[in-house]
């Protein structure tokens, strides 16, 4: 809605900033992923090519560094920066979109079409937790687990970070600094982070969590910290190695979820649809190997004793093997386990990375959208961006997306034409160069001329005005505001409007 400024229009403005607030949205780490749809096909180690990439930022921060003097927690603080974005983060986005990155599925049409088989396919139009897509499967160091584990490593890995310095700053020893941590993270995952947004709470997102954590104090802290300072520099003194955070703990097929009753019953049904699998010798061969490096992590000693408490389910329940019809007979593990290629050298896989991110070409793709707006009231808009990705990103998948865009909107009341920029998470699925109105989450800023042609209450119509306004997208709901001159019209128009509107699209 747009409203001139004072006092007849400021509750209208609240009203849209409350709106703004209220509609439901995914958490940071609301991806969800299923191991149990990879069982028993091939998949390539990916550990290489994931540190590779985390070495390779980490030296280009550590460049940074020397240009402008950063010190060592300043450097952690810039590296997460680089890998960290708003529910898809950023190392997430390139592992869905490398093809130095083997994972399960693979190709878009096997994507889009395992949308609707996976644990996750059974949902309303009206479940939120479900309105992104799921997270592929990967592997390092023979663990299985889905790309949104990397996403949690750095995202709410820096989270348990700065709760354990704050607490260690608070007098607390490091074991107890580092429980607290792991508490508030249990704390987040049944509430805002998974048991109210998407009805799971995933104990193997808590294991990534922890994970991360360590990496962050062992940049520079720790007996054996990666980054050294000498002969007036920061230098990496030890590559990043994946496979020193990966564990079992990983893989939710192994490390399985808490469900609540609602989630629970649309994810049964799909889990039981695996149960034959249980007799796969490969699956079985997995699974053993699992149970010969499983430990019990300090995340799982602290859930153990809160499951005793009564706090938090079992997960025994949940388990694939409790909901099966029949008890199986135990599985044949096979001699050998899954055929895995082996990976190229380390650094030909940092040149193949820097490679894939030379090789670019700017692609248009158009945006659509409608909604209500004032003085356009009901009105749709059509679009393009413009934005430079490197040739192998295949768009009918998530693509992070950033550019020129130009746009038009027409309504029942007014239109408008605009320039701006705008960067946003979205996919084409199965069109070429049209994104789904259902943008995940996008942001731009845009200059516009706007021309009403219908009258209100409070404005004339036949009113020219130029000005700016911002635009958010979460989910497909999409909500802007912003401010306008009258440049030309007729007597009795307010010299500035504040403008605002709502709707689905980009």
């Not at 997460?80 to 693979?106: A, C, G, H, T």
């Not at 979820?257 to 149960?275: A, D, F």
């Amino acid at each position: 809605m747009t409203y001139r400024t004072g006092p007849k229009s400021t509750w209208w403005i609240t009203v849209l900033a409350i709106a703004g607030i209220l509609v439901p949205f995914p958490s940071a780490n609301a991806l969800e992923t299923d191991q149990y749809s990879a069982w028993g096909q091939p998949l390539a180690d990916a550990g290489a090519s994931i540190s590779a990439k985390f070495n390779l930022e980490i030296e280009r921060v550590l460049r940074e560094a020397h240009a402008k003097g950063m010190t060592c927690d300043e450097i952690a603080q810039r590296l997460r920066s680089r890998l960290y974005f708003l529910i898809f983060q950023k190392i997430e986005v390139w592992m869905l979109n490398s093809e130095l990155v083997p994972r399960l599925p693979d190709e878009a049409d096997e994507e889009l079409a395992w949308r609707r088989s996976n644990l996750y396919s059974r949902h309303g139009p009206l479940d939120v937790g479900t309105w992104v897509p799921n997270s592929p499967t990967v592997m390092a160091d023979g663990v299985r687990f889905g790309t949104d584990k990397l996403a949690h490593f750095v995202s709410s890995g820096w989270r348990y970070y700065l709760w354990r310095q704050r607490a260690l700053a608070a007098g607390f020893d490091p074991d107890a600094a580092e429980a607290r941590a792991i508490r508030r993270g249990i704390f987040y995952e049944r509430t805002i982070l998974g048991g109210i947004s998407s009805g799971v709470f995933s104990p193997a997102d808590l294991e990534a969590n922890y994970q991360g954590m360590r990496f962050y104090h062992e940049l520079c802290g720790g007996n054996d910290p990666m980054l050294v300072f000498e002969e007036g520099r920061w230098k990496l003194k030890r590559p990043f190695d994946i496979t020193r955070y990966v564990s079992p703990e990983w893989d939710e097929s192994y490390n399985v979820p808490i469900y609540t009753r609602s989630r629970w019953r649309k994810v049964r049904p799909v889990l039981r649809s695996y149960c034959d699998l249980l007799d796969d010798p490969q699956v079985a061969a997995q699974r053993a190997a699992y149970h010969a490096r499983d430990t019990e992590t300090p995340t799982e000693r602290i859930l153990d004793r809160m499951i005793v408490a009564g706090k938090i389910s079992e997960p025994q329940p949940f388990t694939l093997g409790a909901n099966c019809p029949d008890p199986l007979p135990p599985a044949m593990a096979a001699e050998q386990p899954l055929p895995v290629p082996d990976p190229p050298s380390a650094q030909g896989l940092e040149e193949a990375i820097l490679a894939e991110q030379r090789h670019r070409s700017t692609r248009a793709f158009g945006l659509v959208s409608v909604g209500y707006a004032y003085p356009e009231r009901a009105a749709g808009s059509i679009g393009m961006l413009f934005a430079e990705l490197p040739t192998t990103a295949d768009c009918h998948t998530l693509c992070e997306l950033r550019g020129p865009v130009v746009r038009a909107r027409v309504g029942q009341g007014g239109g408008s034409v605009a320039v701006g920029w705008a960067q946003l998470f979205g996919e084409t699925r199965r069109h070429e160069r049209f994104l789904s109105p259902q943008v995940y989450l996008g942001y731009g800023v845009f200059a516009a001329a706007l021309r009403t042609w219908g009258e209100t209450w409070h404005e004339p119509a036949g009113q020219t005005l130029i000005g700016a306004e911002g635009q958010f997208t979460i989910v497909g709901f999409n909500f802007r505001l912003g401010a306008y001159r009258n440049v030309h019209g007729p007597e009795g128009g307010q010299p500035w409007l504040v403008t605002g509107g709502f709707g689905w699209g980009f």
